[in-house]
């Protein structure tokens, strides 16, 4: 039996929503140039993200993007990143010498 089965057998009167969370283009946020995920395929990237599952996000760009990740930075779920985080995140680009810092939206 399937999780939609048990859910409307335990709350029948509840409406069942799935969500799917995908990957859609990159944004540069210093000039705003919108570009097309594949635009950094076989380029080394820095991954950077602060969700429950970073796992999936890098499986996500390492198949949809075909990027060269080069390393992850993975904080806590919803964390706010502050000017030492930020600072860390530049060098440790700069230390794999990555074309692009890949950060999930916030």
Known sequence: VGYKVVISQIMPQQK???LEYRLGS???LVTGESRVLTSLKRR???L???IAKPASFLEMIESQ???DVAGLIA???HTEYGVEDLK???ARAQELDCEAIV???K
């Open 75 to 77: 904080y806590p779920d």
């Open 103 to 105: 950060c999930t939206q």
């Open 26 to 28: 990159l944004l540069n």
């Open 44 to 46: 080394p990237v820095l």
């Open 16 to 18: 069942l929503v799935e």
């Open 48 to 50: 950077v993200c602060g």
């Open 65 to 67: 993007m075909q990027a």
């Open 88 to 90: 860390d995140i530049e």
